[in-house]
């Protein structure tokens, strides 16, 4: 098999978020059939609480992509 050789610069590439966004978006159209936003209300409302994984594959991969608190702050730790 032949090997792929790639140079990595070693530096941390940070999504924005409307990237994101767009990230849980086809991965709830692709699980769900339902946009992103959709699937943000409906969490927030408990509608995938009781959902097992074993009925729906992918739920939480998708649920592990989309950010858990609308209001956090995603910049890191704050200085103590």
């Known amino acids: ?3 792929v050789s790639t140079k990595s610069s070693g530096k941390i590439r940070w ?3 409307s990237e994101m966004k767009a990230i849980v978006d086809k991965r709830a159209r692709a699980v ?3 946009s992103g936003n959709t699937f943000m ?3 927030k409302r408990g509608m995938y609480a009781k959902l097992d994984a074993d ?3 992918g739920i939480v991969e998708l649920a592990l992509l989309a950010p858990s608190d609308e209001g956090a702050h995603p910049r890191g730790r704050k200085k103590r």
């Open 41 to 43: 209300q409906n969490r």
């Open 1 to 3: 098999m032949p090997s």
């Open 32 to 34: 769900l059939n339902i």
């Open 15 to 17: 999504i924005s978020d």
């Open 55 to 57: 009925d729906c594959p």
